[in-house]
C-alpha cells in the first residue's frame, strides 16, 4: 500500500501561490466538484483512521483537513484515478459498516462513508471517473447509457 500513498504525498508540492501546481494538472479543485464529501481514511503507516475531506474532479482524488476548500487550499493528497483499477465495497474486509476500496495493481487504500448511500455514490462517482479517465479507453469507447434510452 505504501506506493500508492508516496505517490498521493509526492504530488504535494511547495508551489508558489497563484502558480499551478503541475500535479493538479490546472484541476481547480475549489469550484464545482464531480464530487466532494467527508470520508475516513486509514493512514499509511500509523493505520489509525482520520476523517477528510474528499473533492474528485477531472479525474483526480484531492483530500484536506477542512471542508472549505478555495484557491490557496493544499491538499493533504492527490490519487490520480487513471492509476487505478477497482472500487468497490469492503466491509467484509474491513468489518467495518460503510467501508470501500480502491485498488491499483499493487495498492488498496480504505475508506468508510458516513452512510450506506455515501458510500454507493461514492463507488459510482469514482468508477466513472476511472472509466473516463483510464490511459486504455479511448473517447469513443465511453458510452454514455442515458442518451441510448
Not at 503541475?22 to 475549489?30: A, E, K, T, Y
Not at 455514490?121 to 469514482?126: A, F, H, L, V
Not at 473516463?132 to 442515458?146: K, L
Request: proline fraction near 4%; include cysteine.
Amino acid at each position: 500500500m505504501s506506493s500508492l500513498w508516496r505517490a498521493a504525498l509526492d504530488r504535494i508540492t511547495g508551489s508558489e501561490p497563484g502558480s499551478p501546481n503541475p500535479d493538479h494538472d490546472g484541476v481547480q479543485f475549489w469550484s464545482e466538484p464531480e464530487r466532494a464529501g467527508w470520508l475516513t481514511k486509514q493512514g499509511e503507516y500509523i493505520k489509525t483512521w482520520r476523517r477528510r475531506w474528499f473533492v474528485l474532479k477531472q479525474g483526480k482524488l484531492f483530500w484536506f483537513k477542512e471542508s472549505v476548500i478555495t484557491r490557496s487550499s493544499k491538499p493533504r493528497g492527490v490519487i490520480p484515478v487513471s492509476s487505478c483499477l477497482t472500487v468497490k465495497g469492503a466491509e467484509d474486509v474491513l468489518n467495518r459498516q460503510f467501508a470501500f476500496e480502491l485498488s491499483t495493481r499493487n495498492d488498496t487504500m480504505y475508506f468508510i462513508a458516513d452512510s450506506e448511500k455515501d458510500k454507493e455514490d461514492w463507488i459510482n462517482s469514482i468508477g466513472r471517473s476511472i472509466v473516463q479517465h483510464s490511459r486504455s479507453v479511448t473517447d469513443r469507447e465511453i458510452v454514455d447509457y442515458d442518451s441510448n434510452q
